[in-house]
């Protein structure tokens, strides 16, 4: 089996750090402490396979342990728990550290090969039992445990640490409890997924006939087959007369040989906590999720940040400042009796001073918006994370909304600072504005000289003084290619006539000029303003939900990685 259990852990490292508040704390324990038991694990002998004989009291497990040992290591009697600490047979030099890191004291070292033989008495006459049985050449961890099911807590404790760190697990049952329910819920379903290092030896088969010892077997297997260990080896043994005993060793041996089971043991663990992860992590959101939840979200977010009334009074504001700059100069003074509307919303470029670098320092004048609009906006902003987060698992969409409603809290003042912050001004005034103006003044001028002209002509008049020479301007007739006499139009009375007339259509011509420049500067700031709204938008709405959903995405990749 080809295993690259380092990337394994560091995927699985991955997901539980990307997950950290988002899922449940005990699945992300399991991944962190598989993580951790990969990695100690991996940096100790890789030469021996550490096998563990689990069972309940009375299981004869001890007495397994002795059988395929081949000598008397571990103490058997009546008095329950017998075992109160593990206990080790050892092939092979350089398992120190590894056993320290069992936290295993007590210590066998078997001799690498077969002993003579000699008899041992048991039940029902006399067998051969090896000391140091043939087939365990070095490489092998043998482990007696104490009982998983023992009355003294820091026994079964002891038992459940080392079940946890052992390459090779070895299950010794009886017939009497081997469907124990607290065996198979608490201990051999948690380990579904790992049949290839989990053996069943149905032990003292040597108290059963031949037929109830078979039919045994088979049920042992439906129900370890129900916990999800289908395929796991389950053996017929009696440590009494040492039926299978053989068959077992000769396993335990080969696995040793074969150094895979420690690999293979921390694989299956990744894969089943990363199989928990992937689970928990769902299925991705829709990649258009949202589309139109951002739509709503920037409409909702331009009417909380007074988009719309400050576009309108860009739109007054401009149309105000061309009438002054190109209105008729005799009339263009009222224009400045009404206020300005970026002035009374504090937004006036020239009043608005914002430090570079200190921009949370500014603030408007608008009206704070109505509590409908608030809602609406706050509306907006659940909606849109209900739609980008579909389908994601319940973890994230709440991550998300914790998220998201830090931002609605500050929403009011990041939209007021977003408008204070946007460009209004038209840059330069347009050149055209000059142009007027300088007509008009010209055309007011005019206008003074022919009045004054025609002042000094009625006081000339009046005091029977010699009239000023007084040029006409004639109007019609043959001067203008027609027929007749004309009209002679003094010049004075031309220049005032001009100087209203044309100062006056020109300021009409101006307004309307003035209204197409207003609505393009109009069009020109809303768009500043939604970019300013869609930057808040993003800082406090999309980035925090985006961000929760890009780590769900590194959390699901890295747990599929680790789960495959």
Request: net charge positive; glycine share 8%; hydrophobic share 50%.
């Amino acid at each position: 089996m080809n295993i690259d259990l380092a990337g394994r852990t560091n995927a699985l490292e991955t997901a539980a750090r990307e997950a950290a508040g988002r899922l449940e704390q005990a699945l992300l324990d399991d991944a962190r402490a598989v993580v951790t038991r990969a990695r100690e694990r991996g940096g100790l002998s890789a030469e021996h396979t550490v096998v563990a004989l689990a069972g309940a009291t009375g299981s004869g497990k001890s007495s397994l342990f002795n059988a395929v040992a081949g000598t008397d290591l571990a103490g058997t009697g009546v008095r329950r728990p017998t075992t109160s600490h593990a206990m080790a047979a050892v092939w092979g030099a350089g398992a120190e550290p590894l056993l320290d890191w069992l936290d295993v004291p007590t210590r066998h070292e078997m001799p690498a090969g077969p002993v003579p033989e000699e008899p041992v008495p048991g039940r029902g006459g006399l067998f051969r039992r090896q000391r140091t049985p043939a087939g365990i050449t070095t490489g092998l961890v043998l482990l007696d445990l104490p009982d998983h099911d023992s009355v003294v807590v820091e026994h079964r404790v002891r038992a459940e640490r080392l079940v946890e760190r052992a390459d090779l697990l070895v299950w010794v049952v009886d017939p009497q409890k081997y469907a124990d329910a607290a065996l198979h819920e608490r201990y051999l379903r948690p380990l579904a997924g790992r049949a290839d290092v989990v053996v069943l030896a149905l032990n003292q088969v040597d108290r059963l006939a031949p037929e109830d010892a078979a039919a045994m077997v088979a049920d042992l297997e439906r129900l370890v087959a129900a916990d999800g260990l289908a395929g796991a080896r389950v053996l017929p043994v009696s440590a009494v007369t040492g039926q299978g005993v053989d068959q077992l060793r000769g396993l335990l041996a080969e696995a040793a040989q074969r150094r895979e089971a420690a690999t293979t043991r921390l694989a299956l663990d990744e894969r089943a906590v990363a199989e928990r992860l992937v689970a928990a992590c769902g299925q991705a959101p829709p990649e258009r999720a949202g589309e139109r939840a951002r739509a709503g979200l920037r409409a909702a977010l331009e009417d909380a940040a007074g988009v719309p009334t400050v576009v309108d009074a860009v739109r007054t504001s401009a149309r105000r400042d061309a009438h002054a700059a190109t209105g008729w100069p005799v009339t263009r003074w009222l224009g400045r009796l009404r206020a300005d509307p970026l002035r009374r919303l504090g937004l006036r470029p020239d009043e608005v001073r914002v430090p570079t670098d200190r921009t949370d320092l500014a603030r408007t004048s608008l009206p704070a918006a109505r509590p409908s609009v608030r809602a609406a906006a706050a509306t907006a902003v659940r909606t849109y994370v209900g739609q980008v987060t579909d389908g994601a698992p319940d973890p994230w969409v709440l991550a998300a909304r914790r998220r998201a409603q830090e931002g609605i809290d500050r929403l009011p003042d990041e939209l007021d600072q977003a408008v204070a912050g946007t460009r209004l001004a038209a840059g330069r005034r347009p050149a055209w504005w000059r142009v007027v103006d300088v007509l008009q003044w010209l055309l007011l001028a005019a206008l003074v000289v022919g009045l004054l002209w025609l002042g000094a002509a009625f006081a000339l008049a009046y005091f029977q003084l010699p009239p000023l020479p007084t040029p006409v301007l004639t109007v019609g007739g043959a001067a203008w290619g027609g027929a007749g006499p004309g009209l002679d139009v003094p010049w004075p009375t031309v220049l005032v006539l001009g100087g209203v007339l044309l100062g006056v259509l020109l300021a009409l011509v101006s307004r309307l000029f003035a209204a197409v420049g207003a609505r393009r500067r109009a069009s020109r700031v809303r768009r500043r303003l939604r970019e300013s709204v869609a930057r808040v938008a993003d800082e406090l709405v999309r980035g925090p939900v985006a961000d929760e959903l890009a780590a769900l995405a590194r959390c699901r990749a890295a747990a599929r990685v680790a789960a495959s």
